[in-house]
């Protein structure tokens, strides 16, 4: 196994926490990182999928008591709610008997569903990690040009070559549209969200307007919010929202939506290889939500990301806001000679960041004018790590 690096965090997590839910997309490699967790504290692993296993828990409570003293990992946990309910008085009695953390490991697909079934049930008693798709700082062995191609979906990833990992990929999105997604609300046609996803694509990281793609895929504006918000639960999807603040000027509020894999962004537009991505215009907007996502994965906890513009053209792609309230303003350019832009900088004298750097995909790092920095993605995403372990 690629060890994770969410792996050392999810252990500490366990020793602290009676319950933790690891929720990420599907194929994103949770149940591979469960079973490397299982093997090292010698857990009990059930997969709700499977019929073997929910058969194992057709009396929950009797069958959960005999195993208070290790720990359980429950597998596509959204698959049986009423389990929420259960844990807490099977926590409180492991409490009781002195075994107080390390009781559960809960993995699951949709983050909202589980944020609202555990809200009541495990309020207090649960602690809730995100694993995304491999990112620039875990050791894929590959080059960071073939994580944008195919992202970072394990079995893409690590494809023998860029055409069967594209096949994996329209494979996984057919799955998606298929078979999960109606699992998660209301019946969707599959051709319809096909449609809608392609148009996302092509819009990787325009400010969402429902109005206007409402019109486009030819359903009501509330539709569109419903297909927006199934998305982001499932962790395919990401709102980048607007900083907001009084400085007397025109602002942008809509927020800016992503695609959060790449390679599912290239997926559905049909781009094969390297060559056809550089030659496609989705390109720059494509190498922004990657880096977006590779920093985002490496923050702090408690971090907040918003993006940044003005109707007079000051603009910052991503501003994040650290624990304690540092301030870091970050330009994304795809070009090995970056500069910042005017906007940048008339972005930077009203928000005053105390940091700001230009992301851009040089092997380098170097100065460039008013105190801003030229930096790689994996550089900037291992300082934002190492700001989270001080």
């Known amino acids: 196994m690629i060890e994770r690096a969410l792996f050392p965090e999810l252990l500490a997590a366990l020793s602290e926490a009676p319950a933790v839910c690891l929720v990420g997309p599907r ?26 296993d929910r058969a194992k828990l057709a009396e929950p409570v009797a069958y959960l008591e005999r195993h208070l003293d290790r720990l359980v990992i429950l597998d596509e946990v959204h698959r049986t709610p009423e389990l929420f309910s259960l844990l807490r008085g099977l926590i409180d009695r492991a409490r009781r008997e002195g075994r107080g953390t390390g009781r559960y490991l809960l993995l699951g697909s949709a983050a909202l569903n589980l944020l609202r079934q555990s809200s009541e049930s495990l309020a207090g008693r649960i602690r809730f990690l995100e694993l995304s798709p491999f990112h620039l700082r875990e050791p894929t062995g590959q080059p960071w040009e073939t994580l944008w191609l195919r992202g970072g979906f394990p079995d893409s990833l690590l494809a023998a070559d860029d055409a069967q990992s594209l096949r994996w990929r329209r494979d996984f999105l057919r799955t998606y549209l298929e078979r999960d997604i109606p699992q998660f609300g209301r019946r969707i046609a599959a051709e319809t969200l096909r449609r809608f996803w392609t148009m996302l694509a092509h819009r990787q990281g325009a400010p969402l307007n429902l109005a206007e793609l409402a019109r486009n895929v030819g359903v009501d504006a509330r539709t569109v919010a419903h297909y927006v918000d199934l998305l982001v639960d499932l962790l395919l999807a990401r709102r980048l929202a607007p900083w907001q603040a009084n400085v007397g000027k025109r602002l942008v509020k809509a927020p800016r939506l992503f695609l959060r894999d790449s390679g599912l962004v290239h997926a559905l537009l049909g781009i094969q290889d390297m060559d056809s991505l550089l030659a496609h215009p989705v390109v720059g907007a494509s190498w922004e939500g990657f880096v977006i996502e590779n920093l985002l994965a490496s923050v702090p906890e408690g971090t907040s990301a918003f993006y940044w513009r003005t109707s007079g053209g000051a603009e910052v792609d991503v501003l994040l806001e650290l624990p304690g309230g540092e301030r870091w303003a970050i330009e994304i350019k795809r070009s090995l000679t970056p500069s910042p832009s005017r906007g940048f900088h008339e972005a930077c004298s009203d928000l005053a960041p105390q940091q700001r750097f230009v992301v851009y995909p040089g092997a380098e790092r170097f100065p460039l004018k008013t105190g801003t920095e030229a930096v790689p993605p994996l550089a900037l995403a291992t300082e934002l790590a190492a700001k989270g372990r001080r």
Do not use: F, N
Not at 30 to 52: C, F, I, N, P, Q
């Open 27 to 52: 194929q994103a490699g949770k149940t591979t990182l469960a079973l490397a967790v299982a093997e090292r504290l010698g857990a009990l692993y059930l997969d709700l999928e499977s019929d073997v």
